[in-house]
């Protein structure tokens, strides 16, 4: 029996679809055909297993001690997952009857594990085959089931997938488990999530806020000068030409080149105003401008979020609505913006799909030149994935949500700009020398807009007039400056990330490093996440309650801001996880050795929790260490009152709990290290009751776990 196993039921339906004979449905399979010649096509339903839970090592790590920290298992271990584990179940049997099997995930790294990790977990000892499916309609799925590989091949690809899950199984737990027990000690609670992307993510969140919260504006000048051609009537029209900065003002500039000071901008302006000066440079030259690529995963949320507002997980999700449900784009997920040459054959199937599926592009399909081959068409540029592209498939737009006619008509519309010749640009540039000043005027425009008819704009466009066009001055020509003009500005903050502009500097991680050598291995990689992953890091992040919106603005909240705080910036800042990707790249390659980078890893791990200890009291906290807070567990301190010494706790003014001085060893427990409460975590307290001592869960009444009394001890 050949056995086709998809990553999830869609890709198995069109997988059925496209197979020759008629289709026979069963509980969690397909099927296909007759005879010698039948084939039975299932799937998985996303990963069927997981890593196994720390309990499952040693039941110990089943509570949150931190002196069993690091966790690193001995030998890895994956557990089915309770929701699709009679899925599971289906693919157990199908696989021990399979003669061979053809391994058809999505065309990425997860996809090739969670196909793989199944077939290690049923002991698959039969060949298996590779098929790699971008698109889900019939006869693409049929040309790529033509043309199957073996599945050795992208082994690479599945040890470096096994490699991400078990570092961030490593990394997100440990660390995890570390600082939220630091957090638990000085009363705070809740969990504090620690992850390798989410965490340099939330990092560059509160950087951004802080930024902004410190920021104090400042005033600085800009000064123009209107200047004519000397041989001009007087009355002829001027230009604006804008003071250039000079290192003899370098006192008065700011790290942008602005000029902060009034009186230095009002002394250049009666320098040059009434005064001759000549052309020193001449510039004027059109700029031919090659259409945009096709969207990647990434390129279309950003794009689509700055034009529709949208979140990048609603485009993933219509998106993935479009290729999977309409099917009328290619595989979502990619990471790649180029198409195989042979694609290139199929454009004018595709174009008329456009035309069908959104009347309003008929009239830019008709005016295409197919005969056009942009440079997209590239073979040496796609490896797993091609560009997002619409299919040849069409469907009435009355179908499409609005979200989805966004979505695909932005895809088209790039898709539709390959076909179309290239924008130019009209610049002009004139600098001037007046005295010792230097000035200069640009000026830009499209005189040809190609390409850039089928560019959507965020605004209408502005009711002002164009400017006028530079006169074409040459190097050397005489000007009269008429009359000087000296603007006030004002500094600006930073904006507050969006979703567009969070995911662009995820995608575009090097720009906020400050290390030159470091800059240049990030921009070889991916930035922070993966194409997939980016929508869902963002949406965690919210989940957990580190971030907020504020109408479309993405801000951070005051647990995000404390976790950042106490973390150190090698956790914080997006150098290391950007690395980690460059170091699974090599191991996709066959460049980098798996084991040595889990090592090295948990060389880190073992250093941070070396280091992140309890919060060291404060000098005046004598006896803080074994006294705690009978109402929070934080350390307290001795303070000086009214009415003597007393202990006071150290989180004073959140907590006023408070305890006598003489009181250093009290029998509630508050004396020794805290235990947390087997429900919820909070620390347990010893209480006498009428039945004598026991203990119970400091967060009563929200939490009314009890616990035995064991000479002084929980009898956990």
């Not at 006023?656 to 307290?685: F, M, W």
């Amino acid at each position: 029996m050949r056995l086709y196993i998809a990553e999830k039921p869609s890709l198995g339906r069109a997988i059925a679809e496209a197979l020759p004979g008629p289709v026979q449905k069963g509980p969690g399979w397909l099927k296909v055909g007759s005879g010698d010649h039948a084939c039975t096509v299932s799937w998985c339903i996303g990963h069927l297993l997981e890593p196994a839970e720390p309990a499952c090592y040693n039941p110990r790590w089943q509570k949150w001690r931190q002196e069993d920290l690091p966790l690193f298992p001995e030998q890895w271990q994956l557990t089915p997952k309770d929701s699709v584990r009679k899925q599971l179940k289906v693919l157990e049997s199908l696989i021990r009857k399979a003669e061979v099997i053809v391994h058809a995930g999505d065309p990425d790294r997860e996809g090739q594990l969670l196909v793989d990790e199944v077939l290690r977990y049923c002991n698959a000892n039969c060949p298996v085959e590779r098929v790699l499916i971008s698109d889900l309609t019939k006869s693409a799925v049929a040309r790529a089931l033509a043309a199957p590989r073996d599945n050795r091949e992208f082994r690479r690809l599945s040890h470096s997938a096994l490699a991400r899950q078990r570092a961030d199984w490593l990394y997100g737990l440990n660390l995890t488990r570390l600082y939220t027990l630091n957090h638990r000690h000085q009363g705070e609670q809740g969990v504090y999530s620690v992850g390798r992307v989410q965490t340099p993510v939330l990092g560059l969140v509160v950087a951004r806020d802080q930024t902004i919260a410190d920021f104090e504006p400042k005033p600085y000048y800009r000064l123009l000068a209107h200047t004519r051609d000397l041989d001009s009537a007087p009355g002829s029209p001027t230009f604006a030409a804008r003071w250039l900065p000079d290192e003899a003002y370098r006192e008065h500039l700011d790290d942008e080149d602005r000029l902060l000071n009034q009186s230095v901008a009002q002394r250049i302006a009666a320098d040059v105003e009434g005064r001759p000066g000549r052309i020193c440079e001449s510039r004027f030259r059109d700029r031919k401008e090659s259409p945009p690529l096709p969207f990647s995963l990434s390129a279309l949320q950003i794009e689509a979020g700055r034009l529709f507002r949208m979140g990048a997980k609603e485009v993933l999700d219509t998106a993935q609505n479009l290729y999977e449900r309409h099917q009328l784009i290619t595989y979502p997920r990619s990471d790649c913006r180029y198409l195989p040459e042979e694609h290139f054959n199929q454009r004018a199937g595709v174009l008329q799909a456009i035309s069908r599926t959104v009347a309003e592009l008929t009239p830019a399909v008709d005016q295409a030149d197919t005969s056009r081959r942009s440079p997209a068409w590239n073979d040496d540029k796609v490896d797993a994935h091609h560009a997002i592209i619409p299919t040849a498939r069409a469907i009435g737009q009355a179908r499409l949500s609005k979200a989805e006619l966004n979505v695909y008509g932005l895809i088209s519309r790039y898709y539709l700009m390959q076909f179309y010749p290239e924008a130019v640009h009209q610049e002009g540039r004139l600098t001037l020398a007046i005295g010792e000043h230097r000035f200069r005027a640009t000026e830009t425009a499209v005189s040809q807009p190609g390409w850039k008819a089928l560019e959507l704009k965020q605004r209408e466009a502005t009711s002002e007039p164009p400017a006028a066009p530079l006169p074409r001055l040459q190097q050397g020509d005489a000007v009269l400056c008429e009359r000087t003009e000296i603007k006030g500005r004002q500094t600006q903050p930073p904006q507050h990330f969006t979703d567009a502009t969070l995911l662009s500097a995820m995608t575009n991680i090097a720009r906020f490093v400050s290390d030159a050598e470091l800059r240049k291995t990030l921009r070889e990689t991916d930035g922070l996440g993966t194409e997939a992953t980016r929508a869902s890091i963002i949406e965690t992040l919210f989940r957990r309650d580190y971030l907020h919106r504020d109408k479309r603005f993405i801000k951070s909240t005051d647990k995000g801001r404390t976790l950042i705080t106490a973390l150190p910036d090698a956790i914080t800042q997006p150098d290391m996880t950007a690395l980690w990707e460059a170091a699974l790249e090599q191991i996709r390659r066959g460049e980098g050795d798996p084991r040595a980078f889990l090592e090295e890893l948990k060389g880190q791990i073992r250093g941070y929790v070396g280091t992140a200890s309890a919060p060291t009291p404060e000098p005046d906290c004598e006896d803080a260490p074994q006294i705690h807070c009978p109402k929070c567990r934080a350390p307290m301190r001795i303070r000086d009152g009214k009415f003597g010494r007393f202990h006071a706790c150290s989180r004073f003014p959140k907590c006023n709990g408070t305890r006598a001085l003489e009181d250093a060893t009290p029998q509630d427990g508050t004396g020794q290290k805290p235990i947390p409460c087997p429900h919820c975590y909070s620390p347990l307290v010893r209480r006498k009751g009428p039945k004598g001592w026991f203990w119970g869960c400091s967060n009563f009444p929200a939490c009314r776990q009890t616990v035995s009394d064991a000479d002084g001890k929980p009898a956990l």
